[in-house]
């Protein structure tokens, strides 16, 4: 009897047992400021980086500059939605997510730090996705789909395939190599070289003059390289 009194107890502290909440995506700040700081002056010229950060003159004073921003305008956000159950944040995926950010390409990263960390797919790994198409959302991160329809006046969309070529556009948006015309309809961007009238229209986001009108020019880049 004695023995069984104690498996009921031990199996019933058991079932009570809660699972651990998820670690805050925002106590990683300091460490993504770190990796993020490094690699942008191993990327970037001084005089690109001042153009970005003020005031930072190598990677110790970026630091905090950069932690602050993630702080309080992106990875608060993450955790907001994690909170709503929106995304889904795996702390074992969170080194990866950094080596990846410290290997990425000069020529593809980012003076901005949340860009890179929902253009990576190491760091997707560690905020994923976790709405359903119909379900509703604040942010595209949030969407399995990718793409969240929302009025820019509205609090919530809703996750949805992202209109394709041809499509009638969601709020102005389209996905993939899309972009909203004149006539609410999502045409194809064109290469450079390529006529444009503005930056939308061209895969490189970029639609400059050019010696018979405007043209599809090569991608902005904030930083160049040293």
């Given at each position: 009897?004695?023995?069984?009194?104690?498996?009921?107890?031990?199996?019933?502290?058991?079932?009570?047992?809660?699972?651990?909440?998820?670690?805050?995506?925002?106590?990683?700040?300091?460490?993504?400021?770190?990796?993020?700081?490094?690699?942008?002056?191993?990327?970037?010229?001084?005089?690109?980086?001042?153009?970005?950060?003020?005031?930072?003159t190598d990677a110790e004073t970026c630091e905090p500059v950069v932690s602050n921003y993630?702080?309080?305008?992106?990875?608060?956000?993450?955790?907001?939605?994690?909170?709503?159950?929106?995304?889904?944040?795996?702390?074992?995926?969170?080194?990866?997510?950094?080596?990846?950010?410290?290997?990425?390409?000069?020529?593809?990263?980012?003076?901005?730090?949340?860009?890179?960390?929902?253009?990576?797919?190491?760091?997707?790994?560690?905020?994923?996705?976790?709405?359903?198409?119909?379900?509703?959302?604040?942010?595209?991160?949030?969407?399995?789909?990718?793409?969240?329809?929302?009025?820019?006046?509205?609090?919530?969309?809703?996750?949805?395939?992202?209109?394709?070529?041809?499509?009638?556009?969601?709020?102005?948006?389209?996905?993939?190599?899309?972009?909203?015309?004149?006539?609410?309809?999502?045409?194809?961007?064109?290469?450079?070289?390529?006529?444009?009238?503005?930056?939308?229209?061209?895969?490189?986001?970029?639609?400059?003059?050019?010696?018979?009108?405007?043209?599809?020019?090569?991608?902005?880049?904030?930083?160049?390289?040293?």
């Amino acid at each position: 009897m004695r023995i069984w009194l104690w498996s009921a107890v031990f199996l019933t502290a058991c079932s009570d047992t809660q699972p651990s909440p998820p670690v805050p995506v925002s106590d990683s700040a300091a460490d993504l400021a770190r990796v993020q700081c490094t690699r942008l002056f191993e990327c970037c010229t001084s005089a690109e980086i001042q153009t970005v950060f003020t005031g930072a003159t190598d990677a110790e004073t970026c630091e905090p500059v950069v932690s602050n921003y993630l702080t309080t305008f992106v990875l608060s956000g993450f955790d907001e939605s994690a909170d709503r159950g929106a995304v889904t944040i795996d702390a074992t995926k969170r080194d990866a997510c950094l080596q990846a950010l410290g290997m990425r390409p000069c020529e593809s990263f980012s003076p901005n730090p949340n860009l890179n960390l929902l253009e990576l797919e190491a760091c997707r790994a560690w905020i994923s996705a976790g709405l359903e198409p119909s379900e509703f959302c604040q942010d595209d991160f949030e969407c399995r789909t990718g793409f969240c329809a929302r009025d820019a006046a509205a609090a919530d969309g809703v996750c949805k395939a992202a209109p394709e070529i041809g499509d009638v556009c969601a709020f102005g948006r389209c996905g993939g190599d899309g972009f909203c015309d004149v006539d609410d309809l999502c045409g194809a961007r064109v290469e450079t070289g390529q006529p444009c009238t503005r930056n939308d229209e061209c895969l490189s986001d970029n639609c400059v003059d050019g010696t018979a009108g405007r043209v599809c020019g090569e991608r902005a880049r904030a930083c160049q390289g040293q």
